[in-house]
């Protein structure tokens, strides 16, 4: 069946939570660890049926704003979802206390009791009125920062679309849109300082109310984190400020002489090449037939995955008039049908779908077998190994898509890539700054950011723009009020990718298997076991991060960027 065939009938929210409830009880006086499993196997089938339709709501409404129908439906999800999430917390307050455990272990594994465990671990009714008001806030910011006015020579931009512009080979223009960017943000300023001082408060509060002494063991139990805390990632920034800072210093040097500036100034950083970004060639169909056929080469499971993308019209890449902007990947469990959504737009990002967001969904494609939800992705630094690695392993197929450009886009995409470490950490850094000191003032904490952002290297002249100047640069960073302490992910999975690519250039088929056996094991395991299982080396010790930096800086060296 199409996607586009699938029968949409809004769930009968009484019927499915009465069914849930039903079931849950069963599984609290269940007399047997098999009675347990096939509860288990009926919740699960009750849950698919639910989350499928919110999904198909959800794209459906994604490709066409416009339409009325999901437009009601994507906000009766919207508004139920609270009081589901609610039964399906008793639900795992239910699995920790089983008597079955080591039964049911031996069925699952483990991982599915550490997931239940810091589910239960982060939620308590008595915040209730607390997340809605955090919901309220960090929905506030996403107002602000979409209704951004940004005027350059007269002319209006959006957050969205200004970016081709900060990065203009015009130096002027790119000077005149980074101000214009800045002073815009500059007149939400004390909006933007209220809000996130309101969500840090809010947060901090939730966190006494449960227990703890501060919020951020709380954040890493809601993201899941099992298996590592707090002291591993302050190890881990350390390892990125004394090898990764020197070597994205010496490619900001590069990029000066390159480009021929006399210095790097605020906002010069986003033009990198004299000769402009290396963009793709071909239109968007050209694109995608050349897609199916690197999955084609590439392995006999891509192939598979991709002809089942095709088949079922599982992907809707192209911009229309009425689809909602940006991209992401996701899953329909009932059907067992993965989905990418994107907005091409003629630059690398549209093989950056191809690439990354298929990583995503063939992952999601090979996991979807699991036998329980909980395992059908796992955490998120471990979700984006897939995508970030399988860019790394469609580098052999990129001269297809760039063709002349290919040199500079592996240049730009690797050194990109190992630039963002210092940002990502610099951003994991505040956050902690922030949440362990709950009370400080707004003045404080932005020094605390100017402080952090030398640190990592991450300051260029700011010359006299007041904005910057205050030290708010983090409050475009919409990770920091949405989903606190999500950010670090993106950067332990771009090391482990990291590790895929250097394994895929000496031997691209035992580097093929060994992300093949990660994407198949889906969520069932936490981050570091699921590295173990893949082979690579995990990026809280100090010495391994030594080691994949230094080989990624000495292919940099290697490449004459001199004349791109
Ligand atoms: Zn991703």
Request: glycine share 4%; with cysteine; hydrophobic share 35%.
């Amino acid at each position: 069946m199409k996607f586009n065939e699938i029968p949409y009938k809004r769930p009968e929210l009484e019927s499915i939570f009465s069914e849930l409830n039903v079931l849950i009880k069963k599984f609290q006086e269940a007399s047997s660890a098999q009675e347990q499993i096939d509860l288990m196997k009926s919740i699960k089938e009750v849950r698919n049926e639910m989350e499928s339709f919110k999904t198909i709501a959800s794209i459906r409404h994604s490709i066409n704003t416009n339409d009325k129908f999901y437009d009601s439906e994507n906000k009766f999800f919207d508004e139920n979802s609270p009081a589901y999430t609610s039964v399906i917390n008793t639900y795992y307050q239910a699995v920790v206390k089983s008597k079955f455990q080591s039964e049911l272990a031996n069925e699952f594994g483990e991982h599915f009791f550490n997931v239940s465990k810091v589910t239960v671990e982060s939620f308590d009714e008595k915040n209730i009125e607390l997340l809605k008001e955090e919901n309220k806030l960090s929905s506030e910011y996403n107002v602000i920062i979409a209704q951004l006015e940004i005027i350059i020579d007269d002319k209006k931009y959006t957050i969205g679309n200004i970016s081709p512009i900060l990065s203009s080979p015009d130096r002027s223009l790119r000077k005149r849109a980074a101000k214009a960017l800045y002073k815009a943000l500059e007149l939400k300023q004390t909006e933007l300082d209220k809000l996130y001082d309101g969500l840090v408060k809010i947060r901090h509060q939730m966190a006494i109310n449960m227990g703890y002494e501060n919020y951020v063991d709380l954040a890493y139990k809601k993201l899941n984190r099992t298996d590592y805390d707090s002291k591993d990632v302050a190890e881990y920034r350390k390892a990125i400020k004394e090898y990764v800072v020197p070597v994205v210093k010496k490619l900001k040097i590069r990029q000066q002489k390159r480009l021929g500036l006399d210095s790097m100034k605020y906002y010069d950083s986003g033009f990198k090449f004299k000769s402009g970004n290396p963009k793709p060639k071909g239109k968007p169909s050209e694109i995608i037939s050349q897609g199916e056929k690197m999955y084609a080469e590439m392995s006999p499971e891509t192939n598979e995955f991709f002809q089942f993308m095709l088949k079922h019209e599982l992907m809707d890449l192209e911009a229309k008039e009425g689809k909602m902007a940006g991209g992401y990947a996701t899953i329909i469990g009932k059907y067992k049908y993965p989905f990418i959504f994107s907005n091409f737009n003629g630059t690398s990002h549209d093989v950056d779908v191809l690439t990354h967001e298929a990583g995503h969904t063939f992952q999601f494609f090979r996991s979807l077998s699991q036998p329980l939800p909980e395992y059908y992705y796992p955490t998120l630094e471990a979700a984006e190994i897939h995508s970030m690695s399988m860019e790394f392993f469609a580098y052999p197929w990129m001269d297809k898509f760039f063709k002349e450009d290919v040199k500079k886009y592996k240049f730009s995409h690797l050194s990109g890539s190992i630039s963002f470490l210092p940002y990502g950490a610099a951003i994991d850094e505040f956050q902690h700054f922030v949440y362990e000191n709950p009370n400080i003032s707004i003045s404080d904490r932005n020094a605390g950011w100017l402080k952090i952002e030398e640190e990592y290297g991450l300051t260029s002249d700011k010359e006299d723009n007041s904005y910057l100047l205050s030290g708010r640069f983090w409050q475009k960073q919409g990770h920091l009020y949405r989903v606190p302490f999500y950010y670090i992910d993106y950067t332990l999975a771009q090391v482990c990718a990291f590790q895929f690519w250097e394994k895929s250039e000496e031997d691209f088929k035992s580097a093929w298997s060994d992300y093949l056996h990660l994407c198949n094991l889906g969520g069932s395991l936490p981050f570091t076991k699921l590295l173990e299982e893949a082979k690579l080396k995990s990026p809280f010790v100090k010495d391994n991060m030594k080691g994949v930096i230094q080989k990624i800086d000495e292919f940099l060296e290697k490449i004459d960027d001199s004349e791109m």
